[in-house]
């Protein structure tokens, strides 16, 4: 039974996307001075896998390329070759090539088909010209098919016939397992004769991809010698089948011959050919292989070898379902507040089932946002190519390393604060890290140490991107500051200095470059990780470098608030922006002539906020002593909040009032409560800016 190919296309490009993604990280993460053999084999199962793929679905211009990466990938897991900082380039740019004809079927995105041609030239001269040989060590192939060891059976695999690119694909994987023959049994059905020290479960699920496991009819036989075949020009390089294919263009790509043809010759240099290729692709090439390590490197083999059994779900689906279960949240808050009057004697049963609603209304709204958190390793991943590549161009040598990349944060968050991070990288490799000379000269390694870390602590994730660079100058950027005709004292503290990088138009570089210099991007940094709900910090040593500390809500879908309520109106507060709350006494309130009023907390003296007159209602109290004075804490600042009493503690669900509605001062979005009304959530931010 033949399988309609084109209904499979999507899952194709996805997953090829994530083997691209992952053999870029798996290059970055190679030691030249001493492979890892286990990474060298994932290295080349990631091509292997997006070869056989490609084959399988007719897009023989990515299993072409794939095909000669592969055969070089070849000669060094087996030892014939020894990798080199040249090879890793070229690996890399060609996954930039594969990049870009995915791109090119997926979204009809242009494809160079020069710099395709140029890749699949340079790594034929590589695998044919390296000099670079290394003894055989003891290697574990892909699938165990060492000649020393005899194959102990043989098995005759049958199956309705399929198209020719199914069963050549299907005879190579098949050929991993050991040697194999095909047969003709008639015009209908096919034959694989195998043998082999595998089981018909390997069997099966090698062939299952392709063919339905019940149209497979594998049938034990007697040992059968199965003799290579000799390579020719004519026949496939494999010596896999009894027929051979014809080798024009339309079969090229799908391994039926050997791409390493012995009189080839480039009319070019490799190193030429890989800077033309990364020229066309935006990219920069150079032999300085930078370090990138995830976690000092523990778990890293275990996440290239765990299978993990997922589906995928369009997002709108996950966003309907939280919506959903919102409404829920809010519908199990109206039975609450319904049945808190009745009496629990009399309605014990009714209270009870509402309480165990309760619970789990709370479990399936944790366990459903958590479909939405994903790991940092989605942000994090991205930068190792980036900080390679940004700093051979700068000529600066980066020892790039990650922290914490399985921390979880909301999808929503996690794809706006690609860019805000992408920016901080950036300036740490071109501001902060000095170059190896200047390094050497204060007695420092020559190569900088870049590094991102994320962690849970309480309600928030912390985001650092540290560097141990040259730090930040404080007199230049007082001077800046004051040319720019800024508000600064030469008595302020280092954190408030610090914070004046933010400023828009601020800049200390003195030439401006393509990679940085115009006083555009630290504060659209700011500015977006405030709109998250996040604040920024800066720590930094001069000498020693310099540490970015980013605090962003685990989530926007759900809030932990503080329920207050002033005259009829009730309000939310988030909860991570209270410090306490207090009713002061007569002498701790005191009023500065032109400035407004203030409030003094423990020797501290704090501008005190009336929440009646910032919205112009009438409240209960006017007198902040017959009231309640909430302490909040935003970006650093502190301020006291003058409210008429709190009403408790409670998880809303957050609505967007800017997309029902318009922007309103101070407010960044609105919750239903239990009674049904609508209740505005404060913007902490926009108050203490007031």
């Known amino acids: 039974m033949a399988i309609e190919m084109s209904q499979f296309y999507q899952v194709f490009f996805d997953e090829a996307e994530e083997l691209l993604a992952e053999m870029e990280k798996l290059l970055l993460a190679v030691d030249l001075s001493d492979p890892d053999m286990e990474d060298l084999n994932a290295i080349f199962r990631t091509a292997h896998s997006i070869k056989g793929g490609a084959s399988t679905f007719g897009i023989s211009d990515m299993s072409d390329v794939t095909h000669f990466l592969e055969s070089l990938l070849d000669h060094i897991r087996k030892g014939e070759m020894a990798i080199t900082s040249e090879h890793v380039d070229a690996f890399l740019i060609a996954k930039d090539i594969l990049k870009m004809q995915l791109n090119g079927h997926k979204f009809g995105a242009e494809v160079d088909q020069e710099a395709v041609a140029d890749v699949r030239m340079l790594l034929q001269s590589l695998a044919q010209n390296s000099t670079h040989i290394a003894p055989p060590p003891k290697i574990e192939s892909y699938i165990d098919k060492s000649k020393e060891e005899q194959f102990r059976k043989s098995y005759r695999i049958e199956f309705p016939k399929v198209s020719d690119v199914e069963i050549d694909t299907l005879g190579e994987e098949l050929n991993l397992l050991g040697d194999i023959a095909k047969e003709s049994l008639d015009d209908n059905r096919i034959a694989f004769v195998l043998n082999t020290n595998a089981t018909p479960d390997d069997i099966i699920a090698i062939c299952s991809f392709i063919l339905d496991p019940q149209d497979l009819f594998i049938t034990e036989i007697a040992l059968k010698k199965i003799p290579p075949k000799e390579k020719s020009g004519d026949e496939p390089g494999y010596g896999l089948f009894d027929t051979p294919h014809e080798q024009d263009e339309d079969k090229l790509g799908y391994g039926f011959f050997d791409p390493i043809d012995p009189a080839f010759a480039l009319d070019r240099s490799p190193e030429e050919i890989m800077k033309g290729v990364a020229k066309k692709l935006d990219k920069d090439v150079s032999h300085h292989v930078a370090g990138a390590h995830d976690d000092k490197g523990a778990g890293k083999k275990e996440g290239s070898n765990q299978e993990s059994t997922t589906i995928r779900v369009g997002i709108e689906k996950v966003d309907q379902m939280i919506n959903l279960i919102g409404e829920l949240v809010i519908t199990q808050a109206m039975l609450e507040q319904r049945t808190n009057d009745l009496d629990p004697i009399e309605h014990e049963r009714l209270l009870s089932s509402v309480a165990q609603l309760t619970r789990n209304t709370r479990d399936l709204q944790e366990a459903v946002m958590s479909i939405r958190m994903m790991p ?41 604060i690609v860019d805000p991070l992408t920016h901080l990288v950036r300036n740490s490799i071109d501001h902060g890290i000095e170059m190896p000379d200047a390094r050497r000269a204060e007695g420092k390694y020559e190569a900088g140490r870049l590094s991102l870390s994320a962690a849970h602590q309480g309600g928030n994730i912390v985001i650092e991107v540290s560097d141990d660079g040259g730090g930040l100058n404080r007199e230049k950027i007082l001077a800046k500051a004051f040319e720019s005709g800024l508000p600064v004292t030469e008595n302020m503290p280092d954190a408030e200095v610090w914070q004046l990088i933010f400023a828009p138009g601020f800049s200390t570089a003195e030439v401006v470059t393509d990679v940085s210099g115009r006083g555009v991007g630290m504060d659209v940094v700011k500015r977006n990780i405030t709109n998250m709900g996040g604040v920024v910090d800066i720590r930094s040593a001069r000498g020693f470098g310099t540490t970015i500390v980013i605090s962003l809500p685990l989530t926007l879908a759900i809030l932990d608030g503080m329920s207050i309520r002033v005259g009829e109106e009730v309000y939310i507060l988030p909860l991570s922006c209270v410090v306490e709350s207090l009713q002061p006494v007569p002498d701790d309130i005191k009023v500065i002539s032109g400035k407004g009023t203030v ?76 009674d049904g009304c609508v209740a505005l959530i404060l913007d902490v931010s926009a108050l203490l800016r007031t």
């Not at 600066?396 to 929503?412: M, P, W």
């Not at 409240?619 to 909040?641: H, Y």
């Open 599 to 674: 409030i003094k907390v423990r020797e501290e003296y704090l501008p005190l906020i009336a929440l009646h007159q910032v919205f112009g209602i009438e409240p209960k109290f006017t007198d902040p002593c017959l009231g309640i004075i909430v302490i909040l804490e935003v970006d650093g600042k502190r301020a006291a909040l003058f409210i008429d009493e709190l009403v408790g503690q409670q998880q809303v669900v957050v609505k967007n009032i800017e997309s029902n509605y318009r922007k309103v001062p101070g407010v960044s979005g609105a919750t239903i409560l239990g």
């Open 376 to 416: 940092m390793d989605y942000v994090f991943s991205r930068f190792p190519r980036m900080v390679r590549d940004l700093a051979s161009k700068l000529g600066k040598k980066v020892e790039f390393i990650t922290y914490g990349a399985s921390t979880e944060l909301d999808k929503g968050l996690i794809e706006r």
